[in-house]
C-alpha cells in the first residue's frame, strides 16, 4: 500500500484529461498494462509531455485496464503546471523528484539505512522507524536454509514428526478421538487392571455396571440339634409326693412332702458355642478387564 513503481511505461494518450482540471484519461488500447495495478491506497507519479516538450507530473490514484485516475489534488505537481492536452501526446511513468523523496524519506529505509553493516548480523525492527542489529550464528544461517521442516529437524537432530508410531494404543479423557486417530469400540463397559506382566490382554464374563451394582442375597441356615453342653448351665424344680395316704398323687400319697417344699435337680447344660451352616445365592464379582502396564522412559 503506498507509492508503486512499473518498466517501460509510457503510452499514447487516447483522450485526454478535460482541461487544466480533468482527472480522468485513457491511453491506446492495451497500453495500460505497462502502468502500475494499484490497489487500495496506491498510487503512482507519471507524466504528460507533448512534441514541444511540455511537461506536467501528475498523482495517478487509480487504474483500470486502459483507463486512468488522477488524485484529487494531483495536477500540477513537482514544481510543474496543471496543462491542456490532447490525444497523440505521451503519458509515462517515469522517475520523479517526487517519487524519490517519498522513498528516500521514509522512516523505516531510514532506520536501516542508519545501521553499520557488520559480518553474522541482522537487522530488526524495535519499532516503528526504528531498526536495530541482532547476531547471525553460523548455526542459524544453516538452519535457515533448510528445504522443509523435515530438512529442519535433522539439522536440530530433533525427533521426527511421526514421534508416536501408527498403531500406537492410549487413553484419551475426552468425549471422541483426536484428529488422525480412530476409536477402538472392541471393548465396552469394561474396567482397566493393572498387571505386572504382558499388557493387551482382556478377561472376565460380567459387565462393569452389571457387576458393581446392588445385587440381591438370598438363601436359608440348616437346622442345628443343640447338645447338653451347647446350651446354658440351668435347673428344674421337681415336688416330691409321700408314698401312703389317699388322694390324687402317685401311689395315692397325701401331702407333698414336708408340705409345700419344693426340690432342685443338680441342674444341666454347659453353655458352649454352636454354629449355623448357611448356604446362599453367590455374587459373580469377575468384572471384565482391559490389561495395562505401567512403563518409564529411560
Known amino acids: 500500500m503506498g507509492l508503486k513503481f512499473s518498466n517501460f511505461g ?17 491511453v491506446e488500447a492495451g497500453k495500460g498494462l505497462l502502468f502500475p495495478a494499484l490497489g487500495s491506497g496506491d498510487y503512482f507519479y507519471g507524466i504528460f509531455k507533448d512534441a514541444s516538450g511540455n511537461r506536467e507530473i501528475v498523482k495517478v490514484e487509480a487504474r483500470n485496464a486502459d483507463s486512468l485516475t488522477i488524485a484529487a489534488g494531483g495536477r500540477g ?8 492536452w490532447a490525444a497523440g501526446d505521451y503519458f509515462v ?44 550464528s553460523a548455526f542459524i544461517r544453516t538452519l535457515l536454509i533448510q528445504a522443509d521442516a523435515a530438512a529442519a529437524r535433522a539439522a536440530l537432530g530433533a525427533a521426527s514428526a511421526d514421534l508416536i508410531q501408527a ?7 475426552q468425549a471422541a478421538a483426536p484428529a488422525g486417530w480412530t476409536q477402538v469400540t472392541t471393548h465396552n463397559n469394561k474396567a482397566l487392571r493393572i498387571v505386572s506382566g504382558a499388557g493387551g490382554g482382556s478377561g472376565g464374563s460380567v459387565t462393569f455396571t452389571n457387576a458393581f451394582t446392588t445385587q440381591a ?23 416330691f409326693y409321700g408314698t401312703s395316704g389317699s388322694g390324687i398323687s ?16 443338680g441342674g444341666i447344660g454347659g453353655g458352649g458355642s454352636h454354629n449355623h451352616t448357611f448356604t446362599g445365592t453367590a ?14 522412559k529411560d
Open 10 to 26: 509510457k503510452a499514447v494518450v487516447s483522450s485526454a484529461p478535460a482541461g487544466s482540471t480533468g482527472l480522468n484519461f485513457t
Open 217 to 239: 442375597v438370598g438363601g436359608s441356615n440348616s437346622a442345628t440339634t443343640l447338645t447338653s453342653g451347647q446350651i446354658p448351665w440351668h435347673t428344674h424344680n421337681t415336688i
Open 93 to 136: 511513468a517515469g522517475i520523479t523528484s517526487a517519487a524519490l523523496q517519498e522513498s528516500l524519506s521514509n522512516s523505516n529505509l531510514i532506520a536501516l539505512g542508519g545501521l553499520a553493516s557488520a559480518a553474522d548480523q541482522v537487522p530488526y525492527f524495535t519499532g516503528p522507524g526504528t531498526a536495530a542489529l541482532a547476531g547471525l
Open 77 to 84: 505537481m513537482d514544481g510543474t503546471a496543471a496543462r491542456n
Open 250 to 265: 402317685p401311689s395315692s400319697g397325701g401331702s407333698p412332702l414336708g408340705g409345700t417344699s419344693i426340690a432342685t435337680d
Open 167 to 173: 498403531g500406537t494404543v492410549m487413553l484419551f479423557f
Open 283 to 296: 455374587i459373580n464379582l469377575a468384572v471384565q478387564y482391559i490389561d495395562l502396564i505401567i512403563a518409564r
